[in-house]
């Protein structure tokens, strides 16, 4: 310090970056042994060799990776071409989870706006219905779905009972099935982000875009949404996210034929039928692909923010 | 006058929530060209009446013409008014730049046009250097003056000011006051401009309506609604005064008055309406209208005690206790040193300039 400070504020200044440190302990510690252990894990496991039944042979390999990109024949020795299979579910999931995603938003942001524009003491009741869902567990959610949803099921039953339909729709085992189930297991997370933005929106921008000849429409898109972008930013990563890596939705409702990239993965670590370094390789792509889907998201997000300073 | 220079005609307009009654049948008719302002304390209905010209409230008795047109049923974006709002309300994920040509491009003016428009009015408030900035990077004294560049950018024929220096410091109040009085005379638009502030009122409008618990109180201007005020709200609103209840002794037809106060002083009043002996009525004398006088002079004056001397820079604020329990303040100004200043204790008298003392009509 130039201006010659007494030695008593450096020794507060190091006391407090201990006393920072000792309380962000905890936090340091359980991130490091539930997020960072077991990444740093599957990365190791990704490159070892597998053992058949089930586990790992401690040998550097990149089998994992080259069955996951490459195609080399039956027996191994054709000179590689890209393997489409494991190419292909991560294709379809990504759509699968964009389309939920989309769905999401375009019912959750009305459903948020419509929640924080009625009267302060009754949003809280709106919310905990949003919210009821999750107090059962999502398998057996989704497990109902199916029922719901097969063709001998209430729908069916009352599609055809009134007319509407000769015969059920057949909406179980396929893509639309799995939408509908991501669709309706993540909405909320889509819900509360934009709920919170929209509460804390103020109102008189609104009524300024009114003023200055704005219809309704143009206001929503050249004000409102813009100014929660950040919510709309959180809903959109709360639902992706855990769309893409879904297993319960597409393994139960989607069937055999509809796989998403996190039933090729639990696959991989369940039994002796598995291969525990393919698994850990496909969890690394799909982390991959997160964390540049993340970073696109987050840097308009992270411009508007900087502006605003 | 005729009637296609009334900007704003309002007409038996009620505003009601639930059982609550914001504004009481009030009508109003504001013209082309004029500073108006409409004055009270918060509650009033003052920012009620503005937002139903702009069309953030609707009405629920009553009309509202704008230049002889109907608006009052019209939504906010379909009336040719625009709104200084009073946090300003700038779009905070715009620059300046495109919160004030966000009006214009509404108007469906192409982009060229909308941003030499814009750079006008930057220039006319003096922003021109900071059309690409963010609002928050802009203090309040200039983001007050973007909100005002947007509202004007549309050419309305009415703006509407809804207390827009209220979130200013003095100073930078003083200063945005006259700036906006030669902006409204420069553009020759309608501004209508809700206050609590009546220095604010007084300084800058043509007329002024003073309002009071829904209803109008007095409309006027500056000079009227303070040397005429019509009641007690009045009186005691704008400026400073002292209230006495009085009773009539004598009056004449030219409208001098002569009132009894309950402490038995005579009082020599001006009364704007007819009066007759026995009425009982309220009196305002301004405090700068009153001076102090040598104790003995006995000539009509009231003899008192001096209780307090506030000193408050050009003037000096003395309260005199007069017999019965009635207190009176007189202001003088510091620039007179031909007599002592007065100290608490002191035996004083108190005359006041002829029509000092008005009869209010209430």
């Not at chain 1, 990109?69 to 590689?80: I, K, Q, T, V, W």
């Not at chain 1, 071409?81 to 999931?93: C, D, K, L």
């Not at chain 1, 909320?188 to 919170?196: G, Q, R, W």
């Not at chain 2, 006495?244 to 106060?261: K, Q, T």
Request: with cysteine.
């Amino acid at each position: 310090m130039a201006g010659g400070a007494p030695g008593g504020v450096e020794v507060r200044a190091t006391t407090y970056a201990g006393v920072r440190n000792r309380l962000l302990a905890p936090s340091w510690i359980v991130l490091g042994t539930v997020v960072l252990a077991p990444v740093a894990m599957m990365l190791v496991y990704s490159f070892l060799t597998k053992e058949f039944r089930g586990g790992v042979i401690w040998q550097f390999s990149l089998e994992a990776y080259d069955q996951f990109f490459f195609d080399r024949g039956l027996f191994g020795d054709d000179p590689p071409r890209i393997e489409w299979t494991y190419i292909g579910i991560f294709w379809r999931s990504i759509w699968q989870a964009a389309l939920a995603t989309l769905l999401s938003l375009a019912i959750g942001f009305p459903t948020a706006y419509f929640i924080a524009t009625r009267p302060a003491n009754t949003r809280a009741i709106w919310l905990f219905l949003v919210t009821i869902p999750y107090w059962v567990n999502l398998l057996i959610r989704t497990v109902s779905m199916k029922f719901l949803l097969r063709d001998e099921g209430p729908l069916n039953n009352f599609l055809v009972g009134i007319g509407l339909l000769d015969t059920p729709l057949g909406i179980v085992n396929t893509n639309l099935a799995v939408q509908i189930g991501l669709f309706y297991s993540y909405l909320p997370f889509m819900v509360l982000p934009i709920y919170a933005a929209v509460e804390r929106y103020n109102f008189a921008l609104s009524e300024a875009a009114a003023d200055l000849y704005a219809s309704k429409w143009v206001t929503l898109r050249r004000v409102v949404i813009p100014a929660v972008r950040p919510g709309i930013i959180a809903g959109c990563i709360l639902v992706f996210v855990p769309s893409l890596g879904a297993f319960l939705a597409p393994d139960l409702l989607g069937g055999a034929k509809n796989f998403m990239i996190g039933s090729l993965i639990e696959e991989q670590f369940k039994g002796s039928a598995g291969n525990w370094p393919f698994g850990a390789a496909a969890s690394m792509v799909l982390l991959t692909m997160v964390l540049v889907i993340l970073i696109f998201l987050a840097r308009p997000n992270a411009r508007a923010g900087q502006g605003r300073a | 006058m005729e009637a296609d220079t009334i900007a704003i005609d309002v007409r038996d307009a009620v505003k009601r929530y639930g059982t609550f009654t914001a504004l009481e049948r009030l009508s109003l008719a504001i013209q082309d060209n004029e500073f108006f302002t409409l004055l009270g304390p918060s509650g009033c209905g003052k920012t009620t009446l503005l937002r139903m010209i702009a069309g953030f409230e609707e009405v629920t008795e009553g009309e509202i013409y704008l230049f002889g047109r109907e608006i009052d049923q019209l939504p906010p974006h379909a009336r040719p008014v625009n709104t200084v709002f009073q946090n300003y309300a700038l779009f905070p994920h715009m620059t300046v730049l495109e919160n004030v040509m966000f009006g214009l491009e509404m108007k469906g003016r192409d982009r060229q046009e909308a941003q030499a428009r814009a750079g006008q009015m930057l220039e006319l408030v003096q922003l021109s250097g900071f059309a690409g900035r963010k609002p928050a990077q802009l203090s309040g004294g200039q983001q007050q003056r973007v909100a005002l560049a947007r509202a004007l950018a549309p050419e309305p024929r009415v703006l509407l000011l809804d207390e827009p220096l209220s979130a200013l410091d003095l100073k930078l109040r003083q200063a945005m006051r006259s700036e906006l009085k030669s902006i409204q005379r420069e553009t020759g638009i309608t501004f209508i401009f809700v206050t609590h502030d009546q220095e604010e009122a007084l300084t800058m409008s043509d007329r002024i309506a003073v309002m009071s618990a829904g209803r109008l109180q007095q409309l006027g201007d500056a000079r009227d609604i303070y040397e005429r005020p019509h009641n007690t709200f009045v009186a005691d609103f704008i400026g400073e005064t002292n209230l006495f209840e009085a009773e009539v002794l004598a009056a004449d037809p030219n409208g001098g008055v002569s009132c009894r106060l309950k402490n038995g002083l005579t009082v020599e009043a001006r009364s704007e309406r007819p009066c007759a002996m026995g009425d009982r009525v309220h009196l305002s004398l301004r405090p700068e209208r009153l001076a102090l006088v040598a104790a003995d002079a006995g000539n009509g004056e009231w003899p008192g005690t001096v209780r307090e001397t506030i000193f408050i820079g050009t003037d000096t604020q003395t309260v005199v206790a007069l017999s019965g329990g009635l207190e009176l303040t007189v202001r003088t100004q510091n620039a007179r040193r031909d007599q002592a200043a007065p100290q608490v204790g002191d035996a004083v008298a108190v005359a006041g300039d002829p029509g000092a003392a008005r009869v209010l009509e209430d």
